[in-house]
């Protein structure tokens, strides 16, 4: 063994947020990371903290993550330390968003992917989510190569706004699912959240209906582009289907993106549905807490499609990066706030409270 790597496996000191088995947070030392065949690891130099941590951090959405004491964080942006011998499209120094899907990529039907630091919900998720089993709240942690998008022009934005990636991604990857295009009316039910404000800001070449309950949050919306963006908002002694009849002057709906985030009730979900033109699509990209009756006979006879959309595709990131560095897409129109790692129950405490363009980032190494 050379010396480089006996530095490498010889155990290090890191610190990091750690999940306890009775659900609080704590920051404390831990081993740093060691290299696996095909990993990297990476200089955490901000990770975006989602709004509904705290739902994960309490059990309530009961996301597994194995063995106790365990490191939260899925995604983060950072810079390569160190690669396994068997990496060569990266390098130390690189700047680098990492993707938190991991898992295999064969075509023998194995379904064993997790959010790297945050769930494993296949019944083959659980031995790789061992292998990767702690996140990026902490200075240091060890990926697969395969999930970095290299960042050729960090001095673009700041670290804390390139960490907004994970939800971007997320609602580009609900986008290619609705095979939205130029021209088309898109409506957008959960726009005043997160993920749902960030597919706003990448659908408007169409005609986006906002639809939300956060007037102020709407707000922020139709000032990205007020040509565009037409707020819808609801309120739940209203009649939905109605309300969104009334905003769309006559017209159909070309795709619906429903990203709401727990919902207790399908309505929002059938109103956009029934807005549907022939051969419309609904793309669903949220979470509900209770069924979606589907009305059989109107899929049937418009010809409706509804599609699930989960997280998105491998080459998803490197494309958003494409478009941030064309300036295509402008992170300055985002409210982005970092936190030291010390502080992540303040971070997950404001990410709860935070609506449309609005994020919390930790910053791990400040």
């Not at 063994?1 to 659900?23: E, F, W």
């Not at 995604?75 to 396994?84: I, N, P, Q, T, W």
Request: hydrophobic content about 45%; some cysteine.
């Amino acid at each position: 063994m050379d010396l480089q790597a006996q530095r490498l496996t010889k155990p290090a000191i890191m610190r990091a947020v750690v999940l306890q088995s009775d659900r609080t947070l704590i920051v404390k030392q831990v081993p740093s990371p060691q290299l696996l065949p095909g990993s990297a690891i990476v200089e955490v130099l901000a990770v975006q903290v989602a709004n509904f941590a705290t739902d994960v951090i309490s059990g309530a959405l009961k996301y597994p993550h194995g063995q106790p004491s365990v490191v939260l964080g899925p995604s983060a942006v950072g810079k390569v330390l160190h690669v396994a011998e068997d990496v060569r499209d990266v390098h130390p120094g690189d700047i680098v968003y990492c993707d938190p899907m991991v898992g295999s990529h064969s075509n023998n039907g194995r379904h064993d992917c997790i959010l790297q630091g945050w769930s494993a919900h296949e019944p083959d998720s659980l031995e790789t989510q061992e292998k990767y089993r702690n996140g990026a709240f902490a200075e240091r942690f060890v990926t697969p190569a395969e999930c970095l998008t290299i960042i050729r022009k960090p001095e673009l934005h700041s670290m804390a706004q390139w960490a907004t990636l994970i939800y971007f991604s997320v609602a580009h990857g609900a986008i290619l699912r609705g095979e939205i295009k130029a021209g088309q009316i898109v409506t957008i039910s959960g726009a005043t959240g997160g993920i749902g404000s960030c597919a706003v800001l990448l659908a408007l070449a169409a005609g986006v209906l906002a639809m939300g309950r956060n007037t102020a949050a709407l707000s922020r919306l139709v000032v990205l582009d007020p040509a565009r963006v037409v707020p819808v908002v609801l309120r739940p002694d209203e009649a939905l289907l109605t309300v969104l009849k009334v905003a769309l002057k006559q017209h159909e709906v070309d795709v619906a993106l429903d990203i709401v985030g727990h919902a207790d009730t399908p309505n929002i979900a059938l109103a956009c549905l029934n807005c549907l033109k022939r051969n419309g699509i609904l793309v669903l990209d949220g979470s509900m807490d209770c069924p979606l009756p589907i009305p059989y006979g109107l899929v049937v006879r418009k010809n409706l499609e509804i599609r699930g959309a989960y997280m998105s595709s491998r080459s998803t990131p490197q494309t958003l990066v494409q478009l941030v560095e064309s300036k295509v897409l402008n992170f300055d129109q985002l409210e982005v706030k970092g936190f030291p790692l010390d502080t992540i129950t303040e971070c997950v405490k404001q990410a709860r409270m935070a609506s449309a363009l609005q994020f919390m980032v930790l910053e791990p190494n400040k």
